[in-house]
């Protein structure tokens, strides 16, 4: 008999911190938190809230989903220390899922194709091109990529993300009914897909290693050589 299922996804790779917990079956609780500057205040917490709605405790989960970005460097990097030390206290797998694939999981199903965009700052975007599979699923295509608004080859395809509400004139006005920021939910299904028994092979290929998805460099860099002042 195969051991129970509880699966913690969590998000940190936008302003909105997010978390979920999944049986295998279906997501028991959900929550998030909207602060762009204290990812590292807010997920522990949203973590407890969603496994005490659940009647659950950490020691029960068999594993942990982490979105690896695209995203900021500090925020992004909060959510992949904490599903590492969840997953080597608890000794659990840890899980990496590409943070714009659960955008386009959550995106209403009747998008054929459709390209998920989110907040890079400096005025870019990260973005994907998805289209629908004949099981439903919203297969990435092309990205993850960093680009100005402008440079995104939307070609007439809806867009969906926190990149759509920022640059409209760019990349179209928001999809109605679609979600702006990543979902833990979304995040969890994709997951408890991958991991369940007899998995299909395109349900497996979302997961990833839990590394962040950088795709330009820090913004902080190591400092040079000290200048001497004196002769």
Same mark, same amino acid.
């Given at each position: 008999m195969s051991a129970p299922v509880l699966l913690l996804a969590i998000d940190t790779s936008g302003a909105v911190v997010t978390a979920a917990l999944h049986d295998g079956d279906a997501v028991l609780a959900a929550a998030r938190a909207d602060h762009a500057?204290?990812?590292?205040? +807010? +997920?522990?917490?949203?973590?407890?809230? @969603?496994?005490a709605e659940a009647g659950r405790d950490r020691s029960e989960l068999s594993a942990?989903?982490?979105?690896?970005g695209p995203g900021p460097f500090t925020g992004l990097r909060v959510g992949l @220390?904490?599903?590492?030390? +969840?997953?080597a206290a608890l000794g659990?797998?840890?899980h990496g899922v590409c943070s714009l694939d659960a955008l386009a999981e959550a995106a209403p199903a009747r998008l054929p194709a459709l390209l998920a965009a989110t907040d890079a700052r400096r005025r870019e975007v990260h973005w994907a091109r998805y289209v629908r599979d004949t099981a439903g699923r919203a297969v990435r295509v092309e990205g993850p990529h960093v680009a100005a608004p402008?440079? @995104?080859p939307v070609?007439?395809?809806?867009?969906?993300?926190?990149?759509?509400v920022l640059y409209p004139q760019a990349l179209g006005e928001? @999809?109605?009914g679609a979600p702006a920021d990543v979902d833990a939910a979304a995040l969890a299904r994709l997951a408890a897909r991958a991991l369940a028994p007899g998995a299909d092979p395109a349900d497996v290929a979302v997961l990833l290693p839990p590394d962040p998805l950088y795709l330009r460099r820090p913004d902080a860099a190591v400092p040079g050589a000290r200048k001497r002042v004196l002769t």
């Open positions: 500057r204290r990812h590292a205040e +807010l +997920l522990a917490p949203l973590v407890a809230r @969603v496994l942990v989903a982490v979105g690896v @220390v904490t599903a590492r030390v +969840l997953g659990i797998g840890v402008a440079d @995104v070609r007439g395809l809806p867009v969906v993300g926190r990149g759509a928001p @999809v109605p």
